[in-house]
């Protein structure tokens, strides 16, 4: 959770991709190096519908 606040400080980010995906997309996307990174999986998992196993396994 402590992770999970310092990624993603912004309660309007947070509230907005809560609504589009899951605790487990949240804990793998944590877990990527850079905020851009976190940023950017983040987004195109929202916007794309992927699931976790899409997120965590590219091709």
């Known amino acids: 959770m402590v992770k999970f606040a310092e990624s993603f400080p912004d309660a309007a980010i947070v509230s907005t991709l809560s609504t589009q995906?899951?605790?487990?997309?949240?804990?793998a996307i944590v877990a990527l190096k850079t905020p851009q990174?976190?940023?950017?999986?983040?987004s195109q998992a929202a916007q794309d519908?992927?699931?976790v196993r899409e997120l965590t396994h590219p091709n």
């Open 49 to 51: 519908g992927w699931s």
């Open 37 to 42: 990174v976190r940023q950017f999986y983040a």
């Open 21 to 27: 995906l899951s605790w487990s997309h949240m804990v």
